[in-house]
């Protein structure tokens, strides 16, 4: 079992432009949920997908947007970057309320 | 929302000590997980205990579910547990994790 895997691991971009970072779940998982850890804080819920459809959403604004696909991956896309989006995104799998399990993350920052 | 309060920020301990770290919740929670975080960011899982008594290993957590807080006990201690540990919880009224503000751990040799 591969476990949650993330890519890239990495990545640089210009304020305004536009990402996407990719998530695999662990197998079996059907849940899929992304989080924002800005520099020495705790993980922020960014939202979650299940089902193909975004189920629950944090305090984060229309330029977060994501995506599930019925393999259960799933994306997280940024619009309009701003320096204050650089940070650790972190992906999350679960099986519905149960244990959840992180990937390795993707390290953006934003220039 | 719910919140999660760990204790303490900050902890500096010598090899072979041992150590308590404490997270405190506001609300009814069905979920509540302690993570490491390694230096490359990874979230480790330890336990997965909303409630009750586990061990694993020098490592062991309580959750006192009706009384809203949660101990993670790290025996012996080693220098590589160091990093930073996390609570986080989930509210009956959510599906997402709500995280602590993490303990920061250092183990000296």
């Known amino acids: 079992d591969a476990g949650v895997t993330q890519s890239p691991t990495h990545l640089i971009k210009t304020r305004g432009q536009q990402v996407t970072l990719r998530c695999s779940p662990k197998s079996g998982h059907d849940t899929v949920s992304w989080y924002q850890q800005a520099l020495g804080q705790g993980p922020q819920f960014i939202f979650q997908?299940?089902?193909?459809?975004?189920?629950q959403r944090g305090n984060f604004p229309d330029r977060f947007s994501g995506h599930q696909f019925p393999n259960y991956s799933s994306e997280l896309n940024v619009n309009a970057l701003l320096l204050g989006d650089s940070a650790l995104y972190l992906c999350?799998?679960?099986?519905?309320?149960?244990?959840?399990?992180f990937g390795q993350g993707t390290r953006l920052t934003v220039v | 929302g719910i919140q999660v309060e760990q204790s303490p920020p900050d902890l500096i301990l010598q090899e072979g000590a041992n150590s308590t770290l404490r997270c405190n919740f506001s609300d009814s929670v069905n979920n509540l997980q302690w993570f490491h975080q390694n230096p490359w960011g990874q979230l480790i899982n330890l336990f997965y205990?909303?409630?009750g008594t586990k061990q694993n290993g020098r490592l062991s957590a309580t959750t006192v579910a009706t009384e809203r807080y949660s101990l993670l006990y790290i025996s012996s201690s080693q220098t590589t547990d160091s990093g930073v540990y996390f609570c986080a919880v989930m509210d009956t009224g959510r599906r997402a994790l709500t995280f602590g503000s993490g303990t920061r751990l250092q183990v000296q040799p």
């Open positions: 999350a799998s679960s099986r519905s309320r149960t244990e959840a399990f």
């Open positions: 205990i909303p409630s």
């Open positions: 997908y299940y089902e193909e459809e975004e189920r």
